[in-house]
């Protein structure tokens, strides 16, 4: 067993007075690729996002390798989002103005890396990912799964440790996020990056090396203090139960300004 990569320890976040995250420990190595399942309103993306330092949890820690993360200042956490981090979301989040191919090379462009010396590897990821001759593309002119892929190519040009992706396919049909799940498992192991996905698919999960269950906030068979012990409700189960796709939209647009702030 590998030492992890990205962990955490007891991560508490609340938003008002129920807590979203109530006590969460969580760690992946290099290599690895962890499934985060269970029910809406769990608390998978408030645990996604405490991971990737898009917010900070009120109490417990996260560490990349043996640096605390959660700790650092804004502008900090904000550089390694955009360097040592890759997002998909759900809806791929691409500027519609842009062309395919400036929106993979954003985060480069983001970093510091001139307009020119960005395409060429926005470019390379495009092909390696089967868009050869759509770079000029904008967004509309593509299919959800091409879309979702462009998405991906941006998540991935920053060659990340880790990749967090938040229901990458619940909006594309079965054979098109099969596609795409495919694709991305395949770049974090050629990577040796991590990675963390959030899902309702059962049949993602199982293609993870990892699977964790969260309900109330807290790992699922991890009773509450002072609870007595919780049968343990077994994800396949609590899957055939769920909607593929939650269609709750709390969130409305999914903070990607946040992660390249
Ligand atoms: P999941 O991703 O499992 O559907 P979330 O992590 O989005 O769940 O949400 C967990 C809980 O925290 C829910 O009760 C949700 O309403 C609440 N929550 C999440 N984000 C916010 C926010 N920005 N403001 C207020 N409440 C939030
Ligand atoms: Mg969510």
Redesign the pocket.
């Known amino acids: 067993m590998r030492p992890p990569m990205l962990s955490a320890s007891s991560l508490v976040k609340h938003?008002?007075t129920?807590p979203?995250l109530d006590g969460v420990d969580f760690a992946v190595a290099p290599g690895e690729s962890v499934a985060v399942t269970?029910p809406?309103?769990?608390?998978?993306?408030?645990l996604l996002h405490c991971l990737a330092g898009i917010i900070r949890p009120d109490a417990g820690e996260v560490r990349l390798y043996d640096e605390r993360i959660d700790t650092l200042s804004e502008r900090s956490r904000s550089h390694l989002r955009r360097t040592r981090f890759a997002f998909l979301f759900q809806f791929g989040q691409l500027l519609p103005e842009l062309p395919a191919e400036e929106n993979v090379a954003l985060p480069l462009m983001l970093g510091g890396t001139p307009r020119r010396a960005a395409l060429g590897p926005a470019r390379a990821q495009l092909k390696r990912l089967g868009l050869e001759g759509k770079e000029g593309r904008r967004p509309g002119e593509l299919s959800g799964g091409e879309a979702q892929r462009v998405a991906l190519a941006r998540a991935l040009v920053v060659n990340p440790a880790v990749v967090f992706a938040d229901e990458p396919t619940g909006a594309l049909d079965r054979a098109t996020g099969d596609q795409v799940m495919g694709v991305l498992l395949d770049t974090v192991a050629e990577l040796d990056a991590a990675l963390v996905v959030?899902t309702h698919d059962p049949r993602i999960a199982s293609r993870c090396t990892r699977t964790i269950e969260?309900r109330d906030g807290r790992l699922s068979g991890v009773p509450r203090t002072g609870d007595g012990a919780k049968d343990f409700d077994g994800f396949a189960d609590a899957a055939a139960r769920r909607p593929v796709i939650?269609g709750e939209g709390?969130?409305g647009p999914e903070p990607v300004a946040e992660v390249w702030r």
Not at 40 to 46: E, L, N, P, R
Request: proline share 0%; net charge positive.
């Open positions: 938003f008002g129920a979203a269970g809406s309103g769990s608390g998978k993306s408030t959030v969260i939650d709390r969130f």
